[in-house]
């Protein structure tokens, strides 16, 4: 008995940190400096190892990982579509995100978003070598990104309420 208790115990505290950092993972969707989907899967799958529901642990991990990947997908390929229809190069999101990143430490909280937009903006601007076309493709680029991060966390958030999902039935249904 005292084993078993331990065992439950185990399993509590995996399914809390899971919790915790599934949460963390479906923030850092829209929180760049946060790890994202990527977390959302690892936790699902230390939850699957060692959370103590066995085989519905495994069906939860890939139902998890069908929202986790498609979220993660479906955000490179909107995002790439569209900064190739409006013609705006790597170099260009490449400079965002180091004046993001730069930014980050400059201007606490917002200072990722500002700082990618402003390099967007001024590789644009040096690209096209007009400041009303690297204001519309900024902006372009700008909305693209957004609709991707929103369709990423649109789908964790499905991974994480499968989770939820699953831990509860667990609860009600499942153990000793």
Not at 67 to 76: D, E, K, Q, T, Y
Not at 89 to 101: A, E, F, K
Not at 129 to 156: D, P, Y
Request: charge should be positive; proline fraction near 3%.
């Amino acid at each position: 008995m005292a084993h078993r208790l331990g065992a439950m115990n185990a399993e509590l505290i995996v399914t809390i940190l899971c919790g915790l950092a599934i949460a963390v993972g479906v923030a850092g969707t829209i929180i760049p400096v946060l790890p994202g989907s990527i977390l959302i899967g690892a936790s699902l799958l230390a939850w699957a190892i060692w959370g103590g529901a066995g085989a519905m642990g495994w069906v939860i991990f890939a139902v998890g990982m069908l929202f986790v990947v498609a979220g993660m997908a479906a955000s490179a390929v909107l995002t790439g579509r569209k900064m190739k229809q409006h013609g705006i190069p790597n170099r260009s999101v490449l400079i965002g995100v180091v004046l993001g990143v730069v930014g980050m430490f400059v201007i606490p909280v917002v200072g990722l978003f500002v700082g990618f937009a402003l390099g967007l903006l001024l590789s644009e601007v040096q690209r096209t070598r007009n400041f009303r076309v690297a204001v519309r493709s900024s902006g372009a680029a700008l909305k693209a990104t957004g609709i991707g991060m929103l369709v990423e966390f649109a789908l964790a958030c499905a991974a994480a309420s499968t989770w939820i999902i699953g831990v509860w039935t667990e609860a009600v249904y499942g153990g000793p």
